[in-house]
């Protein structure tokens, strides 16, 4: 199923005592462009994030949001200095010895000195966030695949739409272009008679006229071409791949074989037809650019 590149999905979840949101929002991008924005101290989830989406989203602009709150208070530690603590366990001591002072230096004492005692906190376990980010990640991308598909599935009949008009278009110039040359030449013959007055017509010379008329203005050759181009189209309008850039190149390629048609087209009928199917191919290639 096609997707737009158009998305958002929104997940939620309290694992392991952590309140976690994920947040994915995109919109049109030629290729895939990654930004977040994470907690301060979670910066660790950055390129796991970026890794972990690109395996779901081939193009876009993506945006993520994620919160992390501890539902408990944060669990700390204290660090004991022993280095420290002894360089002011011998230096109390020499001070006592010197002056004959009493040695009464205890543990309380001791860890009354700057910096014997600090406390920290417990360090975070990286992969058990992770852990606990990608599975609310996950709920996020449930949604958000989910929103582009609907989005991939409305584009697609719009398109299959307007190439059916194309193609029903295309049968009609396939029809009317031998039509032309036969009036075409009715109108030479008609203007050569006026102008020679009763003199016999050259009949051989008509018959040159016809085929060098007829082979300017075929347009067999683009016809197939196009109508080929179209099938493609539809193809890969059922294909589960990221085909937008696929259709970026095919709709060139319809374009071209349009120009080429409208180029030999003398009549004022076929010119019209001509300028509604490029209209059409216009509303397609507008379309796709939002197709993943």
Request: hydrophobic share 40%.
């Amino acid at each position: 199923m096609i997707r737009s590149m158009t998305g958002y999905g929104r997940g939620q979840d309290v694992i392991d005592g952590l309140s976690v949101v994920v947040e994915i929002k995109s919109v049109n991008h030629r290729f895939y462009e990654y930004s977040s924005r994470l907690p301060r101290g979670f910066g660790f989830l950055d390129d796991k994030l970026k890794t972990y989406l690109q395996q779901q989203i081939s193009r876009g602009k993506v945006d993520v949001f994620v919160q992390i709150h501890a539902l408990e208070a944060a669990v700390s530690e204290v660090a004991v200095d022993y280095a420290l603590a002894e360089s002011y366990l011998v230096a109390l001591r020499e001070l006592a010895q010197r002056h004959d002072l009493r040695d009464d230096v205890s543990v309380t004492t001791l860890s009354r000195y700057p910096d014997v005692l600090t406390v920290q906190q417990a360090k975070l376990d990286e992969e058990a966030v992770w852990a606990a980010v990608r599975q609310v990640t996950d709920e996020a991308l449930t949604h958000f695949v989910a929103m582009r598909e609907l989005e991939g599935g409305r584009m697609r009949e719009d398109v299959l739409s307007r190439v059916a008009f194309i193609r029903d278009a295309v049968a009609v110039v396939e029809q009317r272009s031998p039509e032309t040359v036969r009036e075409h030449m009715e109108k030479v013959e008609t203007r050569m008679r006026e102008l020679l007055a009763g003199v016999p017509v050259d009949e051989a010379r008509l018959l040159n006229e016809a085929a060098v008329y007829a082979d300017k203005v075929a347009v067999a050759e683009e016809t197939v071409r196009l109508r080929s181009h179209l099938q493609q189209l539809e193809q890969l309008l059922d294909s589960n791949e990221a085909i937008g850039r696929k259709l970026d190149f095919l709709v060139q390629e319809i374009n071209r074989e349009t120009n080429t048609i409208g180029s030999k087209c003398s009549d004022l009928e076929l010119t019209r037809i001509v300028v509604d199917i490029k209209a059409e191919i216009e509303k397609i290639r507008e379309q796709i650019q939002n197709i993943e």
